[in-house]
């Protein structure tokens, strides 16, 4: 089972979206574009218990540490087959660390439109730090550097496939494990990234979008 949003969708909305994204991915795959997926998700020192194979007539059993820690937030970038950026952060992600990464991805998208002609698109929810005024103020810059937001409907996080990076991350990498301190998770966390790139074709790199105190 899951938690789903479905009867909270608007089907029309739903649908324009689906045939708007449809047609970016093919321009990706045509490499007339570059289309990447952003998403943040989060993660903690307990994971969730489930099921598992064990001894027969035994009981497979998840330890519980000293504390259970701080929340980890970890936000994704991802661009299937060439590279997927990470950036980790205890609490909360805010709006001006979402401006921080986009202006490096501007950057990047500035170099290739002047070079190909190509722009760089970038796939994301409707979440309050990727609309937030400040954000909002900045588009028309980016855009003129080549780099355009495609904003999925609400309710439709389905829809962003990078949502099956955390899913595969949190059952494969860090199911049945709990661990002593936020440090030793983020570890985790990078390992479990890198591997999926390893399998899937992709880079791995990690970014820090907050200056150390």
Known sequence: M????????DP?????????????????????IDLLYLDESGCCLWSAVSYSYYFKGEQKRQ???KKRGKRLSVLGLWQPLVKFICSLVLGSWKSEDFIKLMEQQAQVAGAIYQRTGRIRVITLDNGSIHTSKAVKQKLPQWQGMGLYLFFLPPYCSEMNPIELEWEHLKRDQLVAQMFE????LAYQVSVGLEARGQRNGHKFQTVNLRARK
């Open 12 to 32: 029309h909305q739903r649908l324009a979206k689906k045939n708007d994204l449809e047609m970016l991915e093919l321009a990706a795959a045509a490499d007339e």
């Open 181 to 184: 301190s936020e440090s030793e």
């Open 2 to 9: 899951r938690v789903s949003h479905q009867k909270r969708q």
């Open 63 to 65: 330890e519980q540490t």
